[in-house]
Nanobody, 123 residues
Framework: VQLQASGGGLVQAGGSLRLSCAASGGTFSRYDLGWFRQAPGKEREFVAG????????NYADSVKGRFTISRDNAKNTVYLQMNSLKPEDTAVYYC?????????????????WGQGTQVTVSS
């Protein structure tokens, strides 16, 4: 599976962005999907996950209530709607795919990764 993330950019604190991740080369609906982020000098951390059906989602505590993960299996795309953005949300955001991962949050559970998209939140 190949994953291509997009939608990052520069936004002021309190603003919103929607990230997209388009998949190709595999059966998209088989995979659980996740979003991770990595800030400079920090470990890559879990942000959100969604099961293959979209029926179950989970979130890091730091984004719960502000971010929403969703997927459209007909379009082979997963989304991350980010609202009320904070400067501490600044990072490179990555999408990832794996089989039967959710509710696990470890990046080691995911088999395929996109290239990342930069999100910068100014104060």
């Amino acid at each position: 599976v190949q994953l291509q993330a997009s939608g990052g950019g520069l936004v002021q604190a309190g603003g919103s962005l929607r990230l997209s991740c388009a998949a190709s080369g595999g059966t998209f609906s088989r995979y659980d999907l996740g979003w991770f982020r990595q800030a400079p000098g920090k470990e890559r951390e879990f942000v959100a996950g969604i099961t293959w059906s979209g029926g179950t989602t989970n979130y890091a505590d730091s984004v719960k209530g502000r971010f929403t993960i969703s997927r459209d299996n007909a379009k082979n795309t997963v989304y991350l709607q980010m609202n009320s953005l904070k400067p501490e949300d600044t990072a490179v955001y990555y999408c990832a795919a794996g089989i039967a991962v959710v509710p696990a949050r470890s990046r080691h559970q995911y088999d395929y990764w996109g290239q990342g998209t930069q999100v910068t939140v100014s104060s």
